[in-house]
């Protein structure tokens, strides 16, 4: 065989694995969205799922939508007000957004990226009615929480800069606690639960156990810019502050109902907080 012949075989073997590893490339990236799943990232709610007919519920959201000075965008993660909003709707709720400021609430872009966009954030992208509301969003301030069977801080990194920091938002939680509302969040929404007060006058959330974003996962993730820790900022008001952990707590799930409080840990908990908060408002199975 000439150099010229063996030479061109070479070639054709590159090519022909080339092109395998193309495949295999291109099956790996289509399969990942899966695997990232089974891993724990926004797993497919299995559990009970229930009815609050005549319900009404308030989800309440950031308006911040960046990280630090000019960083990079952030807001609401999408999964935390669409899955809870999807999960109420199909309750039989009447369901409201809110936010500190009222307006547009900032969905951080991360959130609709496919590796970790949920049904429930595709069925967003085409319900010009939510879409509507989150565009429009009804201020805090102009709200009567005590309206609201249930009352639901969405979280996202956003959260961090706004909801830990409203008197307004905190004294509204108050209200809906002392009419005995349904009170709840996940992920860095726990943050508005900060100022909120009990009968007392104590910290709400003093004594009573929940859940949100560990000091790990911010650890993790490379986002302690955010001026507010849920994991930190919970126990310093005497929160009996509990979490599971996994290889990255990104993708650990953990959901704590104490009474009326109802708290997941992350992003993966919005549709078992939401049909837990629709039970402890008197909600019947389906």
Known sequence: MTKKNTSTIAKKRLTVLAGVALVFTALAVLALPGILRRLGLHPEFEGQRYLLPAGKALIICTNHDRLGEGGDETGVMAS???????????????????????????????????????????????????????????????????????????????????????????????????????????CHGPLGLLQAKDAGGEPLVKGRSLTAVTDKQVEELGISITPMHPERELRAVSAEFESATAFRDFFAHHVVVDGRLITGQNQNAGAEVANLMMKAAGGTRR
């Open 80 to 186: 935390e007000l669409t899955a809870p909003y999807y999960e109420l709707k199909e309750g039989r709720v009447a369901v409201d957004v809110a936010s500190i400021q009222g307006g547009s609430i900032p969905s951080d872009p991360q959130s609709f990226g496919r590796l970790i966009r949920t049904r429930y954030d595709e069925r967003y992208l085409e319900d010009p009615a939510l879409r509507q509301k989150v565009e429009n969003s009804l201020r805090v301030d102009d709200v009567d929480f005590t309206a609201y069977d249930i009352i639901f801080l969405a979280g996202g990194w956003g959260a961090a800069y706004d909801l830990g920091q409203s008197a307004v938002l905190g004294q509204k939680i108050s209200e809906a606690w002392a009419a005995g509302k349904v009170i709840g969040g996940i």
